[in-house]
């Protein structure tokens, strides 16, 4: 640890303890307005998706500030193809398991496909339904210039909105999973969408799959954060799927994905010697009986 001199120390209020999003030592829910705070103070923050109470619980007490409800959950929990054909009631009840499991992180459901396209009046009405019965403290759903009414009447109504330009995975079918923003005419049309998204009301922007020059040229011209996932490390925040990050993804993961651990190898070497255990007789012994 390098010493802080006294001019460099920065000043808190007293009783506040650290407010910093990730290492900070309030134990209140953090909100929105501290995700806001956190761009003034130039603050970097990591986010990770979360599909269940348990693993949410392990990240909360790792001190992970934000948990996004990823549609993700279609693929990398549910056992679907792509995101496109998770519903809103499993997010709602994916969504209520995260926040029950966690009470520091500020946790996001993401609006999955088909619950918001109709128009403001139904992603209100989709919105609700993870507040009110979820339990969130915001909603994320995909989309710039084109959802930029929905974030509107959302914002207006109290919810507070992330938003999700470049790569938008419930557009599989007709964008596929390319790279987002390459070329002059698609960055402008991407910094558009950024502006858009701030000017509707957004608290926060996921850039995914985009150059990182201009996910930081991105991020220079906003006032709210940018969450990259593969977009570099100009940022303001990064997300990432816990499952390829963790090695439990069964599928193909994205190249930029850094894997910090292979739980996948971790449970099925367990997974095998209880089996060998119970197969050799060596399991249970006396002191995993009852008599
Ligand atoms: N397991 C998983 N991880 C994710 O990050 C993720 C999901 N699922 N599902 C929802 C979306 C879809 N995402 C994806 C899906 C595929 C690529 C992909 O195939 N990327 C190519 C690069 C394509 C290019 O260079 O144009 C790659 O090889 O990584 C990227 C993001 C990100 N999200
Ligand atoms: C990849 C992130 C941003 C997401 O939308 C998800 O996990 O569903
Ligand atoms: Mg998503």
Not at 142 to 166: D, N, W, Y
Not at 262 to 291: C, I, N, W
Request: glycine share 12%.
């Amino acid at each position: 640890m390098t010493q802080l001199s006294a001019a460099q120390t920065p000043q808190r209020t007293p009783g506040d303890g650290s407010r910093a999003l990730y290492g900070g030592k309030s134990n209140r829910r953090i909100t929105v307005r501290d995700i806001t705070a956190a761009k003034e103070r130039g603050e970097k923050w990591p986010m990770l998706t979360a599909y269940d109470a348990t693993t949410a619980s392990v990240f909360d007490e790792a001190g992970i500030p934000v948990m996004l409800v990823g549609d993700s959950a279609g693929n990398c929990h549910l056992g679907y193809e792509t995101t496109v054909p998770v519903t809103l009631d499993e997010m709602t009840m994916l969504s209520a398991a995260v926040v029950r499991g966690t009470s520091r992180a500020l946790i996001v459901g993401d609006l999955p496909f088909g619950s918001y396209q109709e128009g403001p009046v139904q992603a209100l009405r989709s919105a609700t339904r993870l507040v009110k019965e979820a339990g969130v403290g915001a909603v994320k759903l995909e989309g710039g210039e084109r959802s930029h009414r929905q974030i509107e009447l959302l914002v207006e109504s109290g919810i507070p909105v992330m938003a999700h330009i470049g790569l938008t995975p419930q557009s599989v079918n007709s964008m596929g999973y390319r790279v987002q923003g390459r070329g002059e005419e698609a960055a402008q049309q991407l910094l558009r969408d950024a502006k858009a998204v701030q000017d509707a009301g957004a608290f926060a922007v996921v850039l995914e799959l985009v150059p990182a020059e201009l996910a930081a040229e991105v991020t220079g011209t906003l006032h709210i954060p940018t969450v990259g996932i593969g977009a570099g490390s100009g940022t303001d925040a990064q997300v990432l799927v816990w499952t390829d990050m963790l090695g439990l993804t069964g599928g193909r993961v994205p190249k930029f994905v850094k894997q910090y651990a292979d739980l996948r190898k971790v449970m099925s070497d367990a997974v095998k010697a209880y089996a060998e255990d119970v197969v050799g007789g060596t399991f249970p012994q006396d002191e995993h009986a009852v008599h």
